[in-house]
């Protein structure tokens, strides 16, 4: 058997296992509240640094879940919390469930197999819950390192986790990635369960994550690595390296640097004489159909730019393959008119655009390329467009968000 690959993309950690495709995550802004003052608010509820607090004195009183970094979260209502009367056991419930399922305390102390279903069939579309099994499976395809193309969080938190849920990669240096538009770009007509990032924290976030695998990063963004065992060399592209032009446009783009940059690659006798020549980025060269019989859709604000030049090079230097994710969608193909595969990977925890559940490509490199579709102990969620997909819906609920950002919940 030749040297394996699992190439897996879109994972969309976040702090708590929201994401954006999740219609459920559109909610209300969370704001920091730095201090509660005792004369106005007693805690009703505390543990592990949450606490619920409830304003003195009056009748239906309000209630707000504070984290222990000082942020609020709404008190779910007798609804979402299957009957449950007492505000205060609902926000409690609500502030255990968060806390089991946040990144950082994942990726301190992974859960068992067993105390993982539990968490899984409690919150099924919780994405860090569903990354966790997917992982499994990865390591049963018996995977020698694994190829991150680009939005491993959905809001830029969460690196820790993916760091933990492949640690046995990691710590042999077998974890490569590249990032995404959820990565590095931002995102602010949605709800959030924190405050906005910048682009200046989510830069420094993904290039202190890089730095940790061991990824040199050359100035425009991109990274290199021989692997011998495999016959190869992997080329990590940054789709994302140009600055956001607008909230809506979450086009890709490597520029000129990038690509003059692979055709120095090109000329090292390590590259040319490596077999399987990989380049890995975030955005797709060639735009794809959402499956059997359907179009390929307009893709306003989501393709890469310069995928004409980026294609000249990858012909140019002698790119064998090349694979990607942002689209959710499962495809291996050759393009018309070149000489590369093209492995496009759909949602390791969403799951593919066509209805598909989320799966991984097993790509085993030996005197020629073969991949398989591996498919993940998840099943799919119904996913949401992306932002710049919808502007019209976006600008509406940003409009609802910014008349309710800094409320806090009234409890049934």
Same mark, same amino acid.
């Not at 058997?1 to 394996?4: A, D, I, L, S, T």
């Not at 003059?260 to 980025?281: D, M, N, V």
């Not at 179009?295 to 890469?304: A, Q």
């Given at each position: 058997?030749?040297?394996?690959l ?13 994401t ?12 920091n ?45 007798v609804?979402?919390?299957n009957?449950m ?16 399922r ?115 990063l ?36 490597l ?37 059997v019989?359907?179009?390929?859709? %307009? ?6 730019d ?23 969608? %499962? ?19 969403l799951?593919?655009? %066509? ?48 008349? %309710?950002?800094v ?6």
């Open positions: 058997m030749g040297f394996v699992a190439h897996v993309s879109d994972l969309h950690v976040s702090d708590f296992g929201d954006f495709h999740d219609r459920l995550r559109v909610v209300k802004r969370s704001v509240v730095v201090a509660v003052d005792p004369a106005m608010y007693d805690v009703a509820w505390e543990e592990a640094g949450w606490r619920v607090v409830r304003e003195r004195g009056k009748r239906g009183a309000k209630l707000g879940i504070i984290d222990p970094a000082g942020y609020l979260h709404p008190v779910p209502s609804k979402e919390s009957g009367l007492d505000p205060v056991e609902r926000a409690a419930a609500k502030a255990c469930r968060l806390e089991a946040r990144a950082s305390v994942l990726a301190e102390h992974l859960p068992s197999p067993g105390a993982l279903r539990h968490l899984f069939d409690a919150t099924p579309r919780n994405s860090n819950v569903r990354l966790l099994r997917a992982a499994a499976a990865i390591e049963e395809a018996g995977a020698d390192a694994v190829v991150i193309t680009g939005d491993l969080t959905d809001d830029g938190a969460g690196f820790e986790l993916v760091e933990a849920a492949f640690r046995r990669w990691k710590e042999r240096g077998m974890l490569f990635a590249v990032p995404g538009n959820h990565d590095l770009y931002l995102f602010p007509m949605r709800g959030s369960g924190r405050p906005r990032p910048t682009h200046a924290s989510k830069r420094a976030a993904w290039t202190a994550f890089a730095s940790r695998l061991g990824l040199e050359h100035a425009s963004g991109a990274w290199w690595r021989a692997l011998p065992e495999g016959d190869a060399v992997l080329i990590g592209l940054d789709s994302c390296a140009r600055p956001q032009r607008r909230f809506f446009r979450h086009n890709g783009g520029g000129t640097e990038q690509l003059e940059w692979l055709r120095e690659i090109g000329k090292r006798p390590e590259f040319k004489a490596a077999r399987h020549r990989i380049a890995l980025l975030h955005h797709h060269v060639v735009p794809l159909p959402h499956g019989g359907k179009r390929t859709p %307009s893709e306003i604000g989501m393709r890469l310069d995928a004409r030049s980026a294609a000249e090079v990858f012909e140019e230097v002698g790119i064998t393959a090349v694979m990607h994710g942002h689209r959710h969608v %499962s495809e291996q193909r050759q393009p018309a008119g070149s000489n590369f595969t093209i492995l496009a990977s759909p949602s390791l925890t799951g593919c655009r %066509s209805g598909d559940d989320p799966s991984f490509w097993r790509v085993e490199l030996g005197e020629r390329m073969h991949a398989s579709r591996v498919r993940a102990p998840v099943e799919a969620m119904e996913q949401d467009d992306d932002p710049s997909e919808s502007p019209l819906e976006a600008l509406m609920e940003g409009a609802l968000e910014r008349t %309710s950002e409320s806090i919940d009234v409890d049934d």
